[in-house]
């Protein structure tokens, strides 16, 4: 057995250090980034910031919302819309602002290939596990890879540098980094493992950018000060779950008690999902996720607004005119002690 005592991060344990800036307003902010992916070669370019493959978050309407804002950010699909709902919406609205997602489920493989047979252009894959670490996982992706070898993947999760740097060795081009720190997900409860968020972000961006790779920052964001850490950090995209649920694009009932309207929001591996999902999710998390309910916040549109308002904002703090020079611009200070509660908000 062995003791790490080096000094690991969440995002509340940080905050940015302002510093004397020639910016005048936020509108001088550039928050888009351009990037040409290692294996793909295919280049991307817009706000760096992903919806969830979950139920809530990972929707079409969300996809539409997105595509109307304008920025480019873009959705990573929830794995569950029949084949023939996801060719009509690629047909109606292109590829450019979604990830087809798939998990490591026979299913998932045969229903992309058979999407891509039809004539289905994804142009870009989320492949998501629990546990990035398996060799049968590092094989999978090698797999897809060589079988798509013009589709941009993203694919994780894992939170240390060495397995970053072995996924983008076997084919990826984005690798997700989180475990455990999502608003829904009770991974560190139920099997105490786990890796402070912003940590995990600063260590592996480092690893995946001495390969040419790119990482992707999942879960953990709970305000727009978290997504603005999470690129201080060195996150070049960050993916959200919660921050987005409750919205009218969440495709969920809404729910009226006592005068107070809400929407429920689980994770996908939550008996929520696996009820729903009729038991295809057990294989998808192995661990655990939570049902939480989430107040009614209308139309995304206004969510959105503060959170790239937030980030823009943030980037005239430190000096940053471009998003790209903002983790260049990133002191932080640390605000906390150690023993914090590391296992989210609950
Ligand atoms: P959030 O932005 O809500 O903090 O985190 C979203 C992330 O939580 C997702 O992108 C995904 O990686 C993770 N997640 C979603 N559902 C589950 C679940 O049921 N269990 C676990 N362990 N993680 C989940």
């Excluded at 995209?237 to 008690?257: R, Y």
């Excluded at 000096?319 to 983790?327: D, I």
């Amino acid at each position: 057995m062995r003791i790490e005592q080096e000094v690991k991060l969440d995002y509340k344990d940080v905050l940015f250090r302002p510093k004397r800036s020639t910016l005048k307003s936020r509108s001088q902010v550039d928050i888009t980034r351009e990037f040409k992916f290692k294996w793909s070669g295919k280049t991307y370019q817009g706000v760096p910031i992903i919806a969830a493959n979950m139920d809530g978050v990972g929707t079409f309407d969300m996809a539409r919302a997105f595509i109307q804002e304008g920025s480019g950010l873009s959705v990573a699909l929830h794995k569950h819309y029949p084949i023939e709902e996801i060719e009509k919406f690629y047909t109606d609205n292109g590829s450019q602002n979604v990830w087809y997602s798939i998990g490591m489920v026979k299913d998932d493989e045969a229903k992309l290939d058979e999407f891509i047979k039809r004539g289905g252009e994804p142009d870009k894959l989320c492949i998501d596990v629990a546990n990035g670490y398996s060799e049968h996982f590092v094989e999978y992706v090698k797999r897809i890879r060589e079988k798509y070898p013009e589709l941009t993947i993203m694919a994780g999760n894992v939170v240390t540098g060495e397995m970053v740097e072995e996924l983008i060795l076997a084919g990826v081009d984005i690798v997700k980094v989180g475990i455990g720190p999502g608003s829904v997900c009770t991974t560190r409860k139920m099997t105490g493992v786990g890796y402070p968020q912003l940590s995990a972000v600063i260590e592996c961006a480092d690893a995946a950018h001495g390969l040419g790779g790119l990482i992707c920052a999942d879960g953990g964001c709970t305000v727009p000060g978290d997504i603005a850490k999470a690129f201080g950090g060195g996150a070049d995209f960050v993916m959200l779950g919660g921050m987005l649920a409750g919205h009218d694009q969440s495709e969920q009932e809404l729910v009226e008690e006592n005068g107070e309207k809400y929407l429920r929001f689980y994770g996908m591996s939550s008996d929520t999902a696996m009820n729903k999902h009729k038991g295809g999710v057990a294989e998808y998390r192995a661990s655990e996720g939570k049902t939480v309910k989430i107040p009614y916040r209308g139309d995304v549109s206004q969510s959105l607004q503060d959170i790239l308002g937030g980030l823009r904002s943030t980037c005239t703090y430190v000096g940053a005119r471009q998003l790209k020079s903002l983790s260049k611009c990133t002191t932080f200070v640390r605000v906390t002690q150690q023993i914090n509660n590391v296992f989210g908000q609950s």
